[in-house]
């Protein structure tokens, strides 16, 4: 139909919390809308400016480069094949404004060696289950 979304109503960076350690399997706490899960595999990281690892990652933020991101090392046996984890949001009420569609968007990177699968999930019982919206 050519319809745009509606503007932004949750905007999140990370601008405003601590870098965390780079190393993998590293703990890393922050506070805000999205968190690491519980009973994964390792931490998301909080980070500014190219990551560490050779050959991985991105250059910097979506935003010229200067703002902090999340992103996952998976350098290192801690964070090898078939580990899993997790980011979280806090519940987030959905209100269509008498459409039928809602839009989410996020920026990702995907680059280096043995990158597993992104999934964007959703629950509508508390996180009893979980189905997928989004997969790359």
Not at 18 to 29: K, L, M, Q
Not at 72 to 77: F, Q, R, V
């Amino acid at each position: 139909t050519g319809c745009l979304p509606p503007p932004a109503t949750i905007i999140e960076n990370f601008d405003n919390y601590d870098e965390c350690s780079t190393t993998c399997g590293a703990v890393c706490d922050f506070p805000g809308i999205w968190r690491n899960g519980s009973g994964d595999d390792f931490d998301w990281l909080v980070y500014r400016g190219k990551t560490p690892t050779v050959n991985t990652g991105p250059g910097g933020d979506v935003n010229g480069g200067l703002g902090k991101y999340v992103y996952l090392e998976s350098s290192g046996t801690a964070c090898t094949n078939g580990r899993q984890t997790h980011l979280i949001s806090n519940c987030i009420r959905i209100n269509k404004q008498g459409t039928d569609t809602c839009h989410m968007s996020f920026n990702y990177h995907m680059w280096g060696v043995n990158i597993g699968t992104l999934r964007l999930q959703y629950s509508t019982d508390g996180g009893a289950t979980w189905a997928t919206m989004w997969e790359r």
